[in-house]
Structures are given as C-alpha cells and as structure tokens.
T-cell receptor, first 116, second 115 residues
Framework: AQKITQTQPGMFVQEKEAVTLDCTYD???????LFWYKQPSSGEMIFLIY??????QNATEGRYSLNFQKARKSANLVISASQLGDSAMYFC?????????????FGTGTRLKVLA | AAGVIQSPRHLIKEKRETATLKCYPI?????VYWYQQGPGQDPQFLIS???????DKGSIPDRFSAQQFSDYHSELNMSSLELGDSALYFC??????????????FGPGTRLLVL
C-alpha cells in the first residue's frame, strides 16, 4: 500500500492566487515527520516545510503553510500568493521510524504550473 | 550557509563500467542518505548512514555499495552499470535529534547517464 499519496499529478494556478497541494499518509508509528520539497526543472530538491506528528500547530514558512489534519492523516501544502517561480514539482515525504533508524518515503509528486 | 556537496554533478558511463559518487554533508550533520530518482519518478531511498555505520537499507542493488568515512563524507560505488541505472542520484544529510525534528537537506544531485 502507498504510504504517501499525492492524488494530483498536475495543477495550474493563476499568479498571486493561493493553491493547495494534497498529501495523505499512512503509518502506524506514533512519532513521524512530514515534509514538503520543491524540485524545479533544474533538478535540485529544496526543503520547504516540516510538520512533526506531535506538533500542535500547523507549520508555516513564509508563503508556505502545512494544513495538518492528524485524524484524517493529511498534510496538505498551501502556497499563498503564487509566483511564477513556484512552478515546479512538489513532493510530500514522510519520515517514520524509531530507535535511530529512520525511513524517508516520498510521494509521486504534483507538478505545479503558475500562470501569468 | 554550507549545503550538501555532491560530485561529480554529471557523469557519463558505458554499460558494465563502474562509477563512484561522492557526498559531503552539511558540517556537523551525522547522517547521510542516498536516493535514486529515475526520469519522472519520485526519489527512491537506497541506503543511509549514521555516525559512519550503515543505518538503513532500501532498494539498493547488490551491484551498489556505499560507506561513510571518518570525516562523514560518503561514497556510493556502482559496478556493472546498466542502462536502467541512468538517474539523478541525491545525497541528503541531517542531524539526528532526540525530539524527532530531524530534517534532511538534499545536495544538488549527480546526474548519471549510462550508455
């Protein structure tokens, strides 16, 4: 079974609008972390935002916020005021594991295109 | 701030050749991860090291091996290369924390093309 599911292979958004990229996860570990990474066409993997499973508040980093709904096992990324430079592939990832052995699992990604 | 360094950035090899990819983690980071990302695919975890010891193993072929050295840099050795090994290879590093807020930071990747 997929541990990280990103159901939107591709999305469009108008410049300056907000967009939500979906991510659901599956784990039985009580302690886990959720991440979003951006991968532009140049290929590098850029860390955007992190949410810990015990964090009470949703994570925010500038224009990025993570809508964490633990009961629904979802960790959607919200990008506010989209910019042309936001056009990229976005990966949701989960870190699970205890006792010093961690696994990082990635979703299949969502390609976002910001329109002028 | 210093980032993860990978070398080489691009590599072209022929089938059955060997390749060595190098990774220099962010200073003071104690954990290194290797990923393989095929064209249009999500990154697949290969192997990780914590404090110079192998920590976890993912979908790494037997033809590949890796190690982490005393200075914390890591090398991924790939032998008997196949066409299907053509991919972007990422190294990521992190600092283990007891609270679990560990975040891994990726290097720019090594793009390997096997002809």
């Amino acid at each position: 079974a997929q541990k990280i599911t990103q159901t939107q292979p591709g999305m469009f958004v108008q410049e300056k609008e907000a967009v939500t990229l979906d991510c659901t996860y599956d784990t039985s570990d009580p302690s886990y972390g959720l991440f979003w990474y951006k991968q532009p066409s140049s290929g590098e993997m850029i860390f955007l935002i992190y949410q810990g499973s015990y964090d009470q508040q949703n994570a925010t980093e500038g224009r990025y916020s993570l809508n964490f709904q633990k009961a629904r096992k979802s960790a959607n990324l919200v990008i506010s005021a989209s910019q042309l430079g936001d056009s990229a592939m976005y990966f949701c990832a989960m870190r699970e594991g205890l006792g010093g052995t961690y696994k990082y699992i990635f979703g299949t990604g969502t390609r976002l295109k910001v329109l002028a | 701030a210093a980032g993860v360094i990978q070398s080489p950035r691009h590599l072209i090899k022929e089938k059955r050749e060997t390749a060595t990819l190098k990774c220099y983690p962010i200073p003071r980071h104690d954990t290194v991860y290797w990923y393989q990302q095929g064209p249009g695919q999500d990154p697949q975890f290969l192997i990780s090291f914590y404090e110079k010891m192998q920590s976890d193993k993912g979908s790494i072929p037997d033809r590949f091996s890796a190690q982490q050295f005393s200075d914390y840099h890591s090398e991924l050795n790939m032998s008997s290369l196949e066409l299907g090994d053509s991919a972007l290879y990422f190294c990521a590093s992190s600092l283990r924390t007891s609270g679990g807020a560990e975040t891994q930071y990726f290097g720019p990747g090594t793009r390997l093309l096997v002809l």
